[in-house]
């Protein structure tokens, strides 16, 4: 894609945050147009990716390479409001570990969005919640037009289905060919096996007790299913699956990340992530790219339904919550998450 002319910094009014190097290059290239990098302001420590998609303004700010956390994305969010003024919309967008229920037949490669409730802004920092009482980890959620898109995005899918298939192969095809496969759907087995069995010293599953898969029925389709519920964030990585039943129990998570708690408070955005493990000691980066991937995908579908006059008069990110700016934006706060993903 060509750079196109240099806008200011009030331009933009998407504000996209990934953790991982595969976040972002899956964001990047769900890009319409690229623009070409503004100025860098003193203070500011983070790298923006600047684009648009559709009439929307986007930029795509990272983590610090190898940190990861809910401190760390903190900081970032709180930098991108200190220099882009105009942002209405925050995503988080990237790969997250799914808590299986009997509520919602998740699998790898499929999607999970932040849901809202009564009582829920749709992500709990569930290291914060008790038992009976997840209300103390509740964050707030997304501002109310981006829920409203969320609502037309869903008649769309019950009515025409979902862009996300096809957003995927447009990718391919901007891909080198030694890179073609980074982001297609992985032909390893998708294998959710009981919660008590732990994995078998390997890179993958190879040498695990088949005897101890969960059976499950077989799909008819190869499409990531988009699931809407609750997200539970921390600033740990959960690969235990006696503790991801515990999270599933206790509090109804549909997907395990580690970043969002570091946003929601401060930057309101909806959270699209991923699936790529069931978050238990079985994990492996196998199907890291093709989360990457899809949840890029949808967060590009939903900014193409979101109408850009509500939009635009919505109140700033930065305006409602100029406050949390101030305190949070602490360029020597020290880097801080667990290094494994």
Known sequence: MEARATLSYDNYTVGWVCALPVETAAAKLMLDEIHSPLPHLPM???????????EQNVV???????????????????????????????????????????KADIRLGDIVVSQPTDTCGGVIQYDLAVVNSSEQGCLIGPPKFLLTA??????????????????ISN???????????????????????????DHIASDTCI???????VPRPSRKHGEPVIHYGL?????????????????????GLYCVEMEAAGLMNDFPCLVIRGICDYADSHKNKEWQGYAAA?????????????????MNSAPKARDTLADSVDTHLDTDRPLHGDLER
């Open 171 to 197: 990718i391919q095809v901007k891909m080198p060919p030694h890179n073609a496969t980074r982001f297609a759907r992985p032909t390893q087995e998708d294998c959710l096996f009981q919660a008590d069995y």
């Open 231 to 251: 997200i539970g964030s921390a600033n740990q990585v959960v690969k235990d699956g006696r503790r991801r039943e515990q999270l599933a129990r206790d509090l």
């Open 60 to 102: 795509i700010a990272s983590l610090p390479s190898g940190a990861y956390g809910n401190t760390l994305a903190t900081t970032v969010g709180m930098q991108l409001l200190s220099s882009f003024h105009a942002i209405r919309v925050g995503l988080m967008v990237g790969i997250g570990g799914v808590v299986p229920s009997r």
């Open 150 to 167: 969320l609502t037309t995005i869903q008649a769309h899918h019950y009515a025409e289905g979902s862009l996300v298939p096809e957003f």
């Open 294 to 310: 899809v949840a890029a995908a949808y967060a590009k579908e939903l900014l193409l339904v979101v109408p850009i006059d509500p």
């Open 207 to 213: 040498n695990c007790d088949r005897s101890k898969v």
């Open 44 to 54: 500011d420590q983070n790298t923006y990716i600047l684009g648009s998609i559709g």
